[in-house]
């Protein structure tokens, strides 16, 4: 089992950054895919990025592409997510997911097994 701890939400101005991390208990961090989604109030959770393993393959949704960076250190058990360039429609809870069996490309929520709390972003005009 893992256990994720998101942090590093805030409010922001349109075109500012925020960096989010992604702590992991356990000694087998880099055993799982990670992956970012987030949810805005009465919207589904959606697909943000995933990371593969090793950190050397890395995907994005279409919205974030080329403005989010993610990231992982396997040495200090976190996955980050740097957003740039930040647009009030990027305003949502941000969660980081595990998961141990599944390709680096899943983008379905229900794929993952393993959850943080959340942590809310928030974009101001």
């Known amino acids: 089992q893992v256990q994720l701890v998101e942090s590093g939400g805030g409010l922001v101005q349109a075109g500012g950054s925020l960096r989010l991390s992604c702590a992991a208990s356990?000694?087998?961090?880099?055993?799982?895919?990670m992956a970012w989604f987030r949810q805005a109030p009465g919207k589904e959770r959606e697909f943000v990025s995933s990371i593969s393993k090793s950190g050397g393959s890395t995907y994005y949704a279409d919205s974030v592409k080329g403005r989010f960076t993610n990231s992982r250190d396997n040495a200090k058990n976190t996955v980050y997510l740097q957003m740039n360039s930040l647009k009030p429609e990027d305003t949502a809870v941000y969660y980081c997911?595990?998961?141990?069996?599944?390709?680096?490309?899943?983008?379905?929520?229900?794929?993952?097994?393993?959850w943080g709390q959340g942590t809310q972003v928030t974009v101001s005009s």
């Open positions: 997911a595990a998961d141990a069996y599944i390709l680096a490309a899943t983008r379905t929520p229900s794929r993952y097994d393993y």
């Open positions: 356990g000694r087998t961090f880099s055993s799982y895919t």
